[in-house]
């Protein structure tokens, strides 16, 4: 990932609502490194007879600018010293190749491998519509190898005399040539041999926004059909849109498909052989821009998923309620249909697209009894479904005072949820879902006294078939008033309280419109108080709570100092984009941010911080991690990068994992994953990751590392 820092900006605080458990484990990261001599290893080619010598650059990428050269023989190895950030690393020579190695500053960073090539030489001369080519002085040539298991490559190609000149590995490839604001060209099946130079027939690209995909048919189960045969049709999402009009495209022999010219908006994109088409699928147009499918148009028999329910209706006596959720490559999860079960427990839709989904049960209003992850292939599939009541009773108290209460089983986000109210007299019973050793996490909800306390891990007792749950919350409270600098109340403002001791005690409530507020119920110790309001927060404020003790509290809000940015792929915006950061200079605090339309965001972080790892979920790209220095009054340019790679790791199913790349130290939960339990195990997968090398560890001294190539796959595991 690019990060650049360059225009003026602030940086603040703003902390995560759902933040407990991400900091709980941030507790575990690792010192950060600040410099070192970075030792290397640099390999010749299997055919070199000689040592050669070549000049190795460093360049730094995410800080101020740095240029490192230092000279060295192939094979050989060495060091050379850098300082904190992210390094890219170049071999220059005329007679070895050798694609570029980023790396960065980290406490796992012990010996960069570079492998050298014996080069080819491919030119090919550029023509474009609209007479651009005299302002074009590069181009990208991205090479997918054929017939060989290995990574893509990415190459900048010189145009000179309106020929791009590359120098690639030896190899067959199908070969994409873009640049920004043109269309992207496709070649098949180059062949380039070593020490020789080929030449392609002209490139002729195309200015203005385009559309880019694959296509894949099964037209028959589990029979691959011939994707050239297929049509593309772009349809403007909107049927009262007359200034656009649809637009259609045949797939090459690889199935790689490019629209051409396309106006700015919203498209669906839909492929179509024969008697069966593919999923319409959403697609966002900029203007000069490349819009790329993030996942291929399949175009196949549909295939039936069916749901068979048990019991056949909810506890209520009305028919389940079934959403299927779409599990996509880069992490998102999107609804694929949803409805209501039949009298009978069954429910069924009809699946163009193979892939992981989930499966989701519920009650019409709202509670979840049932969530499977399924996977669906050539083949139709029948899925039982469970969602057994357990009966359940109990009260609920405010030390010896019986209280009314609302009990969410599950808590706000469990896998499955369901929630239960008691009577005045603080006693309650119900059904809930039944779920592996009767135990929970359960958000107590009341308004006298005013509660919003989460009990963790709680097991009810077994007593005649019914599980038994009385909770009693310690007869604590903080009272106080959240006001505005000039001293008016602050409406609405957010209260936040969390242990000092452990992040699980966590609290939060809603300032009243005189300001003032009330937290009860929690456990005795010594806490945490804030309060955020719009673009405002208060400083942190140390509170100590003991039975019969209510201190009482005033916050102060102030203007919010911000941190601004941007996301960008080669200078177009990302729109959408979550970005996640984490101050690592004190207590690790988080803020979150999406990019708007013009790919910008503002984050809200402590006024002293100075270093961050970020976390970036651009749509449609790779999922990135960073560690950066937060330099005072700068913007923060995020530059995204395609090609994104599959990381699998394995870890012992009670272990709270980190993650470790490109500098930055961050749990594994804050990551959105597809996540399956077997026996005391835990697989993990990240299925859309910026390549480069990564770090998996459950504890200082078990950890395991490994390079991700660009649309390559890779697996960690830790016992």
């Known amino acids: 990932m690019h990060i650049h820092l360059v225009v003026p900006g602030r940086y603040s605080k703003m902390r995560s609502h759902s933040r407990v458990?991400?900091?709980?484990?941030?507790?575990?990261?690792?010192?950060?490194?600040?410099?070192?001599?970075?030792?290397?290893?640099?390999?010749?080619?299997?055919?070199?007879?000689?040592?050669?010598?070549?000049?190795?650059?460093?360049?730094?990428?995410?800080?101020?600018?740095?240029?490192?050269?230092?000279?060295?023989?192939?094979?050989?190895?060495?060091?050379?010293?850098?300082?904190?950030?992210?390094?890219?690393?170049?071999?220059?020579?005329?007679?070895?190749?050798?694609?570029?190695?980023?790396?960065?500053?980290?406490?796992?960073?012990?010996?960069?491998?570079?492998q050298t090539y014996e080069p080819s030489f491919l030119d090919a001369e550029v023509r474009t519509q609209g007479n651009r080519s005299e302002t074009m002085s590069e181009i990208r040539a991205t090479l997918a190898p054929l017939n060989v298991p290995a990574e893509t490559l990415q190459v900048t190609c010189p145009v000179v005399a309106n020929?791009?000149?590359?120098?690639?590995?030896?190899?067959?490839?199908?070969?994409?040539?873009?640049?920004?604001?043109?269309?992207?060209?496709?070649?098949?099946?180059?062949?380039?041999?070593?020490?020789?130079?080929?030449?392609?027939?002209?490139?002729?690209?195309?200015?203005?926004?385009?559309?880019?995909?694959?296509?894949?048919?099964?037209?028959?189960?589990?029979?691959?059909?011939?994707?050239?045969?297929?049509?593309v049709v772009l349809t403007p999402a909107s049927s009262h849109d007359s200034a656009r009009r649809s637009l259609r495209a045949r797939p090459n022999a690889r199935g790689v498909f490019v629209i051409s010219g396309?106006?700015?908006g919203e498209y669906h994109a839909t492929a179509m052989a024969g008697k069966h088409s593919s999923d319409a699928v959403a697609i966002r147009v900029l203007p000069n821009l490349t819009a790329e499918l993030r996942e291929p148009l399949v175009v196949a028999r549909p295939r039936l998923v069916r749901a068979i329910i048990?019991?056949?209706?909810?506890?209520?006596g009305v028919?389940?309620?079934?959403?299927?959720?779409?599990?996509?490559?880069?992490?998102?999860?999107?609804?694929?249909?949803?409805?209501?079960?039949?009298?009978?427990?069954?429910?069924?839709?009809?699946?163009?697209?193979?892939?992981?989904?989930?499966?989701?049960?519920?009650?019409?209003?709202?509670?979840?009894?049932?969530?499977?992850?399924?996977?669906?292939?050539?083949?139709?599939?029948?899925?039982?479904?469970?969602?057994?009541p357990e009966k359940i009773r109990g009260s609920v108290r405010y030390g010896d005072q019986p209280i009314a209460a609302k009990l969410h089983f599950g808590g706000e986000s469990g896998v499955v949820r369901e929630v239960v109210a008691t009577v005045e007299d603080g006693t309650f019973e119900g059904l809930v879902p039944s779920v592996e050793n009767d135990e929970w996490d359960v958000l107590i909800e009341a308004q006298v006294p005013p509660t919003s306390r989460t009990v963790r891990q709680v097991r009810g007792r077994r007593t005649e078939g019914v599980l038994v749950f009385d909770f009693i919350l310690p007869r604590t409270a903080i009272t106080g008033v959240v006001v505005n600098a000039d001293g008016t109340a602050a409406e609405n403002a957010i209260v936040s309280i969390s242990g000092t001791a452990s992040a699980r005690d966590f609290d939060q409530a809603i300032a009243e419109a005189d300001g003032?507020?009330?937290?009860?119920?929690?456990?005795?110790?010594?806490?945490?108080?804030?309060?955020?309001?719009?673009?405002?927060?208060?400083?942190?404020?140390?509170?100590?709570?003991?039975?019969?003790?209510?201190?009482?509290?005033?916050?102060?809000?102030?203007?919010?100092?911000?941190?601004?940015?941007?996301?960008?792929?080669?200078?177009?915006?990302?729109?959408?984009?979550?970005?996640e950061a984490v101050r690592r200079n004190g207590e690790p605090v988080t803020a979150s941010?999406?990019?708007?339309?013009?790919?910008?965001?503002?984050?809200?972080?402590?006024?002293?911080?100075?270093?961050?790892?970020?976390?970036?979920?651009?749509?449609?790209?790779?999922?990135?991690?960073?560690?950066?220095?937060?330099?005072?009054?700068?913007?923060?340019?995020?530059?995204?990068?395609?090609?994104?790679?599959?990381?699998?790791?394995?870890?012992?199913?009670?272990?709270n994992p980190m993650l470790s790349h490109?500098?930055?130290?961050?749990?594994?939960?804050?990551?959105?994953?597809?996540?399956?339990?077997?026996?005391?195990?835990?697989?993990?997968?990240?299925?859309?990751?910026?390549?480069?090398?990564?770090?998996?560890?459950i504890a200082a001294s078990r950890c395991k590392s490994g390079q991700l190539a660009p649309n390559g796959t890779l697996e960690l595991a830790v016992e």
């Open 21 to 114: 458990a991400r900091l709980t484990m941030l507790a575990v990261a690792l010192a950060f490194q600040s410099s070192a001599a970075v030792r290397y290893d640099i390999k010749a080619p299997s055919t070199a007879a000689t040592p050669i010598e070549v000049l190795i650059v460093a360049t730094r990428t995410d800080g101020p600018d740095a240029v490192i050269e230092t000279h060295a023989w192939v094979p050989s190895s060495g060091t050379v010293a850098i300082t904190e950030g992210t390094w890219e690393f170049n071999v220059k020579s005329d007679v070895l190749w050798a694609p570029p190695t980023r790396v960065t500053l980290t406490p796992f960073l012990d010996l960069l491998t570079i």
């Open 163 to 231: 020929v791009a000149r590359c120098i690639t590995p030896a190899g067959t490839y199908d070969v994409r040539f873009s640049a920004p604001g043109f269309a992207p060209t496709f070649v098949p099946n180059v062949r380039l041999k070593s020490k020789t130079r080929a030449r392609l027939d002209p490139l002729t690209l195309i200015p203005g926004a385009s559309v880019v995909g694959r296509v894949i048919t099964h037209m028959d189960a589990g029979t691959a059909g011939d994707a050239h045969d297929a049509l």
């Open 262 to 264: 396309v106006p700015p």
């Open 310 to 316: 048990s019991p056949p209706l909810d506890p209520t």
């Open 319 to 388: 028919p389940w309620r079934v959403s299927l959720m779409r599990n996509l490559s880069d992490g998102a999860v999107e609804t694929y249909a949803s409805g209501s079960a039949q009298a009978d427990g069954e429910w069924q839709q009809e699946v163009r697209t193979g892939g992981t989904y989930t499966l989701i049960v519920g009650r019409l209003d709202g509670g979840r009894w049932a969530r499977l992850p399924i996977q669906v292939d050539s083949g139709d599939l029948n899925v039982p479904v469970y969602a057994m």
């Open 516 to 579: 003032t507020f009330q937290l009860s119920g929690l456990p005795p110790g010594s806490y945490r108080l804030s309060a955020e309001g719009f673009l405002k927060q208060s400083e942190d404020v140390l509170v100590e709570i003991t039975e019969g003790i209510h201190p009482d509290v005033t916050l102060v809000l102030k203007p919010a100092p911000q941190i601004h940015g941007r996301v960008v792929f080669r200078g177009m915006p990302v729109v959408g984009t979550t970005i």
């Open 593 to 655: 941010a999406t990019s708007n339309e013009s790919g910008g965001f503002v984050l809200f972080l402590p006024d002293n911080t100075t270093i961050l790892d970020l976390l970036v979920h651009p749509p449609g790209f790779a999922v990135m991690m960073a560690r950066i220095v937060a330099y005072q009054n700068r913007e923060l340019l995020i530059e995204v990068e395609p090609s994104p790679g599959a990381l699998t790791l394995r870890v012992p199913r009670s272990s």
């Open 662 to 697: 490109a500098g930055a130290v961050l749990p594994v939960a804050l990551f959105d994953t597809t996540s399956v339990e077997r026996g005391d195990d835990r697989t993990i997968v990240l299925p859309a990751m910026e390549h480069g090398e990564y770090t998996l560890c």
